[in-house]
């Protein structure tokens, strides 16, 4: 069975800097997707960023990039010039590629906190 | 616009009680999803459907039950309410196909069970 783990209960970074959370995973497949998603105080779950294990090329999205090392199978995600609005939970999650699996596997969650 | 909803978005309860939270899609998703959050614990699955008539249990359906009679809703019921079911409860869909299928996400129901 995989599994997903997020070591790091709660990160703090100051406003403008930038911050890594982390991301592991264990799962004997070989094709599979990554997501990091967004939970703000709102309670709104927000798609943060997508990995395809397939591809080499890290994805990015604006100020948000991932660090994806499959073998080692870590997939961090840095978030740069951090702004107050970026403060909320992160989780990390993991889907099967195999054909008609569509459910998630999530972390325990990174609560990141924004210091002015 | 398309959307997910659920509602109630906040149920009081008595431990015993047969309670039913909604979830309703416009984005005529396929795959939808029903997951408990917890302190310490992110998101756990609770049960799943792929489509019409189709329910899969996740892993923690103990107590739990669903059923699918149309594409646009997946309604959870827990049996008889237990404190242990206190929690925050997110309905969610994705399409089926090819592809990442990233999952959509209702507001969240935030149940306590007195």
């Known amino acids: 069975a995989q599994t997903v783990t997020q070591s790091q209960p709660e990160m703090s970074v100051q406003e403008a800097e930038t911050v890594t959370l982390s991301c592991t995973y264990d799962?004997?497949?070989?094709?599979?997707?990554l997501f990091w998603y967004k939970q703000p105080p709102s309670r709104q779950m927000i798609l943060v960023i997508r990995q395809e294990a397939y591809k080499q090329q890290n994805a990015t999205e604006n100020r948000f990039s991932v660090n994806f090392q499959k073998a080692a199978k870590s997939f961090s995600l840095k978030i740069s010039d951090s702004q107050l609005g970026d403060a909320a939970m992160y989780f990390c999650a993991y889907r099967s590629a195999h054909s008609g699996t569509y459910k998630y596997i999530f972390g325990t969650g990174t609560r990141l906190k924004v210091l002015a | 616009d398309a959307e997910i909803t659920q509602s109630p978005r906040h149920k009081i309860t008595e431990t015993g009680r047969q309670v039913t939270l909604a979830c309703h899609q416009t984005?005529?998703?396929?795959?939808m999803f029903w997951y408990r959050q917890d302190l310490g614990h992110g998101l756990r699955l609770i049960h799943y459907?792929?489509?019409?008539?189709?329910?899969n249990k996740g892993e923690v359906s103990d107590g739990y039950s669903v059923s699918r009679s149309n594409t646009e809703d997946l309604p959870l019921t827990l049996e008889s309410a237990a404190s242990s079911q206190t929690s925050v409860y997110f309905c969610?869909?994705?399409?089926?196909?090819?592809?990442?299928?990233?999952?959509?996400f209702g507001p969240g129901t935030r149940l306590t069970v007195t």
């Open positions: 799962t004997s497949e070989s094709d599979y997707y």
């Open positions: 969610a869909s994705s399409e089926s196909g090819g592809g990442p299928r990233e999952q959509y």
């Open positions: 984005w005529n998703h396929n795959n």
């Open positions: 459907s792929y489509g019409v008539q189709d329910t």
